[in-house]
């Protein structure tokens, strides 16, 4: 069963950064797409950022310029780099696997930006 285990949630204020880590239990590469969504209070799940098995990237706009997504395959983790952080990027941040039409997800780690 694949499993994601996300860590690097926090506390930041305005303007701080934080990096978030995914390690998924198989090779990444057996997965079409890595990435992450989030959500918060009150609020249907969404897109952050997602790569591709190629590396091809995709951002959400609020997330350009400010988050970054990258990966390390010998280690089978995904990371998400927040910088310049909102207290409207307070959310559960979850980590995704997309194989063909299967998706799997973390457990969630929670950000929360203090103004």
């Known amino acids: 069963q694949v499993q994601l285990v996300e860590s690097g949630g926090g506390l930041v204020h305005a303007g701080g950064s934080l990096s978030l880590s995914c390690v998924v239990s198989e090779n990444m590469f057996n997965f079409n797409y890595m990435g992450w969504y989030r959500q918060a209070p009150g609020k249907q799940r969404e897109l952050v950022a997602t790569m591709s098995i190629g590396g091809s990237l995709n951002y959400a706009d609020f997330a350009k310029g400010r988050f970054t997504i990258s990966r390390d395959g010998a280690k089978n983790t995904v990371y998400l780099q927040m910088n310049s952080l909102k207290p409207e990027d307070t959310a559960i941040y979850y980590c995704?696997?997309?194989?063909?039409?299967?998706?799997?997800w973390g457990q969630g780690t929670q950000v929360t930006v203090s103004s």
């Open positions: 995704h696997a997309r194989l063909l039409s299967r998706m799997y």
